[in-house]
């Protein structure tokens, strides 16, 4: 949003006039000639203002107050602000230019809630803001991010005061009044009432205490008496089972005559005489088969009898095997021959051309690890780079010498020009000398005119006098004849009032003709306006010299700074240039025939090196390998020899390729014998496999029946036959104790069952169980009418004590207290949090806007400081702003100087709106902000400014003619003469 053209109706000394701006304006005008008027304008078209301010701003010459200002908006366009105190109570109305018309609130969205202090803090700011800078702290610096952050947040600041009101009508720790407070003194009555109920409860749960006791009895005696009821069931039942009980023990008795367990197969008999039958056959098939194979067995053995050992085939094989091999290995050490010649060749022109007087078992020895390379290109940069720097140092020394020259004459210069003391103290004296005879001038024209009417007061003042005279002697004379006492007191009054005016009146006449004659005695000298006029002048250069000669002074301290800081670089070269020529020193005693080249050719030969150290290598590897496959070789005309030694071949022929075509006949050979052994082998093989199928036959019945006789636990068939007998008799018994077992689980208990199949038991011993179990029964059901009895007493007098509601209607008290409590604990814990992530919101929002504007910060002063200072650090709790010099020395706010620290904060603002203005894009306003900058950093700071305005809409007000001299880019207007 920019500020396009605005006219003042009535606003302080203006009236019917009209401004044009542009996208950088400059506004010139001297002291009290209006600037503040017109910026105080500009916020009051934008925000308005309380009737109280309108008023000090009403026009003296005119009854109108007001004006209009025209905007361009990116998003609605062109449109008009107009506010007329008289009009809506200095209320805006707002013009689009299709003619709608919108009120106060239409512009507040425009301007994205932007009020008045928030827009000063980030887009306005003039000379009289310079200092805060100094007592600025992190907290303050915070705060100002974080008003400028939450613009148009539906006020958090009020947000935040809501929450800490709920908070303190919840519950405060020595409060009476919150509610959390009041529930607490509620909660502890109701807790003292319950006390009292309590003590009645401590008897009421004894009587329930011995209720379930007497029901637990009760329960227990029922149960007996079950029991026994089942008890005595259950013996009659055993008498009705008594004769099956003994047919059991006689089937028992009778069985323990026969094995435990006897192991015999199901149908085993019938299953034996199968298999036999079936094995037969088998056996006869069984006996030709391995009559054939005893007669295949002779013919193999003849065959082996003609072969070779199985040795000296698999060495034949294997010399055979390598035969191509052993002819590649021929043709390769023909080829490296052929390439050691080429490499020696190339070796010795590597040598030659390289001219380091050494030899190539030297070269061969030589190590360059992998860094060396690294090492002579940073020592040729270094040595490169000192002398550059060499030649640079140079340069700065002749500089500095030159500005101290050219300083030390400005100086000497300066200080011709400055007047003595004597004459300074002259030109002063004149000048009092002028103002004492204006002065007397004054003050005989106030005497003429006053003669008249110190006269005619004179005489008011004798007056005065006679009159409280007359009337003091009045009231004594009355005094004394009515006798009261307090008209002697009037007396005294009017006297002394009268006598004090007539002094008084007398002193002040005096006074002021002692006054006249001493400046008529002190204006003895006439000076003339043209003297006057010339000591000024005179004494107005002579500051002007003074404040050049400091400035002067000034650059020779820092000239002198810089001298130092010259002789620092020139001490640091000398130790660098030691310790480079202490690394080329070292390299000589690793490297001796490094002396022979200069270092800017070290890192070529590190690569003609390397060249040469992998030929000698190569060289090497090609030597290595002939050896190697020389003695490969004759390895294997040693093998050869020995095995046709071994196998008893003819020597006739003494050639590698004759020795190896009589291996392969042999080979050959043999091979067609060993066909012929395979073919019988694999008749063995077939049948081998067939007697295998046959046995797999015989095995499977002869695994059957001995299955059987396993199962039967039997050597032989004659047992076998036996067990079956024993067998069949056990299992027709155990057939009949089953059937008698039966019998009695069905009309036994298990217990009893148990009991009675492992003792045997006499019918007089059951009798005399049934009488007991008649006794108990009749003891048990007496205990139960008296437990019954008991309990209903009990429980008679619980009733009565239950039917009193009192406890549990204080206790239901009680609990809905507590509830509503725990209801309102919850809703202060939620409060309570809210506070404290707003909070911790507003200090992750402060810290975010922090860091992007101080790294704006440091960008504005580097450039307006010409990079003398490099680094700004915002403000912590306990210590202000600092800045870091570019020799990396901190300073706090505090050592800057008067310049700087402006210059400090002017690009602490800039970036606080850099910053803001992409959300809100507002005109940025700068009122005589740069009283304390030096020509420099003023043409510095425009440029920023102009760059600025590219993006957002810059007012500067200035009274500084270097200023507006300064101004190239901005649209210029002078006020001086216009109001």
Not at 79 to 106: K, M, P, Q, S, Y
Not at 607 to 613: D, F, G, I, M
Request: proline share 2%; glycine share 4%.
């Amino acid at each position: 949003m920019k500020i396009l053209h605005a006219t003042i109706h009535g606003f302080g000394k203006w009236v019917d006039h009209t401004i044009e701006f542009s996208e950088a304006t400059c506004i010139y005008g001297e002291n009290e000639s209006g600037k503040s008027t017109i910026q105080k304008f500009i916020l009051f078209m934008l925000f308005g203002l309380a009737p109280k301010q309108r008023a000090f701003y009403r026009p003296k010459t005119s009854g109108k107050m007001g004006g209009t200002m025209t905007l361009l908006h990116p998003e609605v366009g062109e449109f008009r602000i107009e506010r007329l105190d008289e009009v809506n109570n200095g209320a805006a109305v707002c013009f689009t230019e299709n003619g709608e018309t919108h009120d106060e609130a239409w512009l507040k969205e425009r301007l994205n809630g932007m009020t008045v202090k928030t827009y000063e803090s980030i887009f306005s700011f003039s000379a009289l803001d310079l200092s805060d800078i100094r007592s600025m702290k992190d907290e303050d610096l915070g705060e100002v991010l974080l008003g400028i952050g939450m613009t148009g947040s539906n006020n958090i600041y009020s947000i935040e005061k809501k929450l800490d009101a709920k908070i303190g009508d919840l519950f405060k720790p020595s409060g009476k009044k919150p509610v959390m407070n009041q529930k607490i003194e509620s909660l502890k009555r109701v807790s003292d009432a319950l006390q009292s109920f309590r003590e009645v409860e401590v008897s009421y749960r004894e009587k329930k205490d011995t209720a379930a006791q007497l029901e637990q009895k009760l329960a227990k005696l029922q149960r007996d008496l079950k029991e026994e009821n089942k008890f005595a069931f259950t013996i009659e039942k055993e008498l009705h089972a008594l004769p099956i009980i003994q047919e059991y023990h006689k089937f028992k008795k009778e069985l323990e005559n026969y094995p435990k367990v006897i192991q015999f197969p199901e149908n085993g008999v019938e299953r034996l005489e199968k298999w036999k039958e079936l094995l037969l056959p088998l056996q006869s098939e069984w006996n030709v088969v391995t009559d054939h194979e005893k007669k295949y067995n002779q013919i193999i053995a003849t065959l082996k009898l003609d072969l070779y050992a199985e040795t000296i085939q698999m060495e034949a094989d294997g010399i055979l095997s390598e035969k191509q091999q052993i002819l590649s290995r021929l043709n390769e050490l023909k080829k490296l021959k052929l390439a050691i010649s080429r490499h020696e060749l190339q070796i010795n022109e590597e040598v030659d051309r390289l001219q380091l007087g050494m030899q190539v078992d030297e070269l061969a020895s030589l190590e360059l690890p992998f860094y060396l390379e690294k090492a002579w290109t940073k020592l040729k940069n270094e040595t490169e780079q000192l002398k550059l720097e060499a030649e640079q140092l140079e340069n700065e020394e002749k500089q500095l010498k030159q500005e101290k020259n050219y300083i030390d004459n400005q100086i000497k210069q300066l200080e011709d020009l400055l007047l003595s003391d004597s004459h300074v103290h002259e030109l002063r004296d004149r000048l009092h000398a002028f103002k004492s005879n204006q002065l007397l001038r004054k003050l005989n024209e106030d005497a003429q005119n006053r003669e008249k009417e110190r006269s005619k007061e004179k005489q008011r003042t004798s007056n005065t006098l006679i009159g409280s005279i007359i009337t003091a002697v009045l009231a004594g004379v009355g005094a004394l004849i009515t006798d009261y006492s307090w008209l002697y007191t009037v007396m005294l009054i009017v006297l002394v009032l009268g006598i004090g005016q007539w002094l008084m009146t007398k002193r002040n006449h005096k006074q002021f003709d002692s006054v006249l004659r001493a400046y008529r005695q002190q204006s003895s000298e006439h000076v003339t306006e043209e003297e006057r006029r010339e000591a000024e002048d005179l004494l107005d250069m002579q500051d002007k010299y003074k404040h050049e000669l400091a400035a002067f002074q000034e650059q020779e301290k820092l000239g002198h700074i810089q001298y130092i800081k010259w002789n620092e670089k020139q001490n640091l070269f000398a130790e660098r240039d030691r310790r480079l020529q202490q690394q080329i020193h070292n390299q000589f005693e690793s490297y001796p025939f490094l002396k022979r080249l200069e270092i800017v050719y070290w890192p070529e030969l590190y690569h003609h090196l390397r060249q040469v150290l992998k030929l000698i290598k190569d060289w090497q590897s090609h030597l290595d390998e002939t050896a190697v496959i020389e003695r490969q070789l004759a390895n294997y005309h040693r093998r050869l020899d020995l095995f046709v030694e071994h196998a008893g071949i003819s020597d006739e022929e003494e050639t590698l390729e004759g020795k190896l075509e009589a291996i392969e006949e042999i080979v050959k050979m043999q091979q067609e014998k060993q066909k012929e052994l395979t073919y019988y082998e694999q008749l063995i093989a077939e049948l081998k496999e067939k007697q295998y199928e046959i046995g797999q036959s015989m095995q499977t019945y002869e695994i059957e029946m001995q299955r059987l006789f396993e199962i039967a636990a039997v050597d032989t068939e004659e047992l076998f036959y036996e067990q079956a007998r024993q067998y069949e008799e056990k299992h027709t018994l155990e057939m009949e104790l089953e059937k008698t077992t039966a019998q009695l689980r069905n009309l036994l208990s298990v217990e009893s069952y148990q009991q009675y199949t492992e003792t045997i038991v006499t019918e007089t011993a059951l009798e005399m169980k049934r009488q007991q179990s008649e006794s108990m029964q009749k003891s048990l059901e007496e205990q139960l009418e008296t437990v019954r009895g008991n309990l209903a007493d009990a429980k008679a007098e619980l009733v009565a004590m239950e039917s009193s509601e009192s406890y549990s209607t204080s206790l239901h008290q009680y609990e809905m207290e507590t509830e509503h409590f725990n209801q309102l604990a919850k809703e202060w814990a939620v409060l309570k949090t809210a506070k404290e992530m707003l909070t911790e919101t507003k200090r992750n929002y402060r810290a975010n806007y922090l860091s992007k504007v101080m790294e704006v910060t440091t960008l504005y002063f580097k450039e307006i400081t010409a990079e003398t200072y490099i680094q700004v650090y915002a403000p912590t709790e306990s210590n202000p702003f600092q800045v870091e010099s570019s020799d990396n020395i901190r300073y706090t706010v505090n050592e800057l100087s008067q310049g700087t620290i402006d210059q400090l904060y002017v690009s602490l603002r800039l970036a606080i709106s850099k910053i803001m203005s992409e959300k809100h894009g507002l005109p940025f306003i700068i009122d005589d902000a740069f009283v304390h900058f030096d020509a420099n950093r003023i043409k510095k700071i425009i440029a920023i400014l102009q760059q600025v305005a590219k993006k957002q809409q810059v007012v500067l007000f200035t009274c500084k003619q270097e200023i507006v001299s300064a101004v190239t880019e901005m649209k210029q207007i002078d006020i001086t003469k216009k109001l």
